[in-house]
Each structure stands twice: as C-alpha cells, then as structure tokens.
C-alpha cells in the first residue's frame, strides 16, 4: 500500500483486525483494509506530519498526534472530527488510549504528558518529568503508562495519581519506542543507539538487550500472546525475536527507506510496518 510523500510514521490496527490506520507526512492519515490491502477513508485536517495514532478499545475513535501541535479525535465510521485538543505547545508525537477509551495520553516535544478525561471539555493533568522530547507512550495493567523520550530515559508512571514509579536508565542515546508485554511484566524500548532492551518491571532492571539492527531502532510491539516482539528501524529491516530467549527468529527485508512504525494484529496473524519509502 502506497502512502503520502514523505513517509509513514504512525500505524495502528483497528480492534477487529479489519483496518490499519496510517499516519504520515504532509497531515496524511488513512484506513487501509486489510484484507485487501485497499486505502479506505482519509482522515483531512491536520496541518502537519502525523507522527501517532491510536484506536479507542472499541473502534469507534481514532486519535492522531500531529507536528501542527494538535491532538484529534476522529469518529471511524464517518470520519468526523470529534474533538480537536491543543493544550500542547510544540509538536505533539506521541498517543495512546487506556483500556476503558475513557483516558487519552499525549507527548511532545513539550516535554510534557497530558492526560485527558474524554468525557470532559477542560484540559488534561500533567505528568512532568522527561529532559527531552516525548517520543512514545503506551498504557499498561495496574495503572501503568509508560513513556519514551529524547532524554535516553523511559519512565514508568501511575498516571492516575501522576506519581512516578521508576525511571529505566541505560540506553545510550534517544529512546524512540516502546511498548508493554500484553498481560506481563515487561516492557520493551528502541532507541537510536541500535538497540532493543527489555525490562522486568518486577525489579525495573534491563532483563536484555539485543543486538542486530544496524542503526537507530524506531518502531517495536509485542504479538498478542507476548511470546514474539517486532523491531524495526533505519537498517529497512523487521525483526522478530523469540522473548523467552532472545533470539532473532525472522528478518522481513522489502522496505527500500528507514521503517518507522511496526504493529501485530490482534489476532497476531499479521504484522504491519510503515516506513519512509511511502508503503505500509
């Protein structure tokens, strides 16, 4: 599937598997069927890059983080703009949805994590912390959220009373994504110092690093039956590795430009990527 000039950044599977919604340059953000590999509805308003996007739990929003300093919300089925949120004051990169659709996280190059309550109109709380740029976010179980910066840090939150639990040192430059093991402890980082780490939230150590990629790692997600994590990066390589052991058990080559984003599906059949080569 062809996207916009300029590149995918963004990716994300709608809840049934059926659609990928893909975010990118120039304000781009589309619906790609699956199945047959077809764009479906474009979503037209933002004003810069979509670096993020997010499905609500039950399908039925879709949320976008864009360099035009704005987060929107987006009615799937008939690609209204719901809610336009604009309390950040620089890019905004970074979007995910709690598991209720109730909560929405965004970061930025702010520096700044905002919680909003979608059942209200006011500005959301904030979560202060990171010396740098926020690059990712991902909700976890037991209140958790984490938080991926320029800062080399990621950070662990209890975002509902904004408490911070830990912050996970070690990588060597900017951490760029993250993402939490589906019904586990652990939690995985790329960064742009090529490498992949793997955190036990139990004790907030570094359980692994892999090795591998040949440049900076920009996109990873974890399958669905957190057995099998997908990293991707400036190498226009996919990997996957087996979480248990480490161990690289597929290499996807086809992109021709850096790959900016991965996803599984929610039945962990399929494995999506978007890259700088305009495709998905």
Same mark, same amino acid.
């Given at each position: ?10 990716? %994300? ?5 059926? +659609? =990928?919604? %893909? &975010? ?8 790609? *069927? =699956? ?10 308003? +933002?004003?810069? !890059? ?17 360099? *035009?300093? @704005? /987060? ?18 620089? !890019? ?5 949805? *709690? ?7 965004? &970061? ?11 059942? !209200?109109?006011?500005? #959301? ?25 320029? $800062? ?7 975002? %509902? ?38 955190? $036990?939230?139990?004790?907030? +150590? &570094?359980?692994?690093?892999?090795? #591998?990629?040949? &440049?900076?790692? /920009? ?11 997908? @990293? ?22 086809? +992109? ?5 984003? =991965?996803?599984?599906?929610? $039945?962990?059949? !399929?494995?999506?990527?978007? %890259?700088? $080569?305009?495709?998905?």
């Amino acid at each position: 599937a062809k996207g916009p000039r300029g590149g995918i950044w963004g990716l %994300a599977f709608s809840p049934d598997g059926a +659609h =990928v919604a %893909a &975010g990118g340059a120039g304000g781009s953000l589309r619906l790609w *069927d =699956v199945s047959s590999g077809k764009p479906g509805r474009s979503f037209g308003g +933002h004003e810069g !890059t979509v670096f993020d996007v997010a499905f609500g739990p039950r399908g039925e929003l879709l949320a976008s983080a864009s360099g *035009d300093r @704005s /987060v929107r919300l987006w009615r799937v089925s008939d690609g209204k703009l719901q809610r336009r949120l604009t309390a950040h004051g620089a !890019t905004v990169r970074a979007v995910a949805f *709690d598991s209720s659709g109730r909560y929405l996280a965004s &970061g930025g190059d702010d520096r700044l994590i905002r919680l909003w309550d979608l059942r !209200t109109k006011t500005p #959301g709380w904030v979560l202060a912390g990171h010396q740098g740029s926020i690059w990712g976010l991902a909700f976890g179980a037991q209140g958790r959220l984490a938080s991926a910066s320029k $800062d080399k840090t990621a950070r662990v939150w209890k975002w %509902a009373t904004g408490e911070l639990e830990r912050v996970l040192p070690g990588h060597r430059q900017m951490v760029w994504g993250l993402a939490f093991q589906p019904r586990g402890e652990l939690l995985v980082t790329g960064s742009t110092d090529n490498e992949v780490r793997l955190w $036990d939230l139990r004790g907030g +150590h &570094g359980k692994s690093g892999t090795g #591998g990629h040949v &440049g900076m790692v /920009v996109g990873v997600d974890f399958s669905p039956d957190g057995r099998l994590l997908a @990293s991707g990066g400036k190498d226009r390589s996919i990997r996957l590795w087996e979480v248990s052991s480490g161990r690289e058990v597929a290499r996807l080559q086809g +992109h021709r430009a850096k790959v900016w984003a =991965v996803a599984f599906s929610p $039945d962990g059949k !399929t494995l999506a990527s978007g %890259a700088s $080569d305009r495709t998905v």
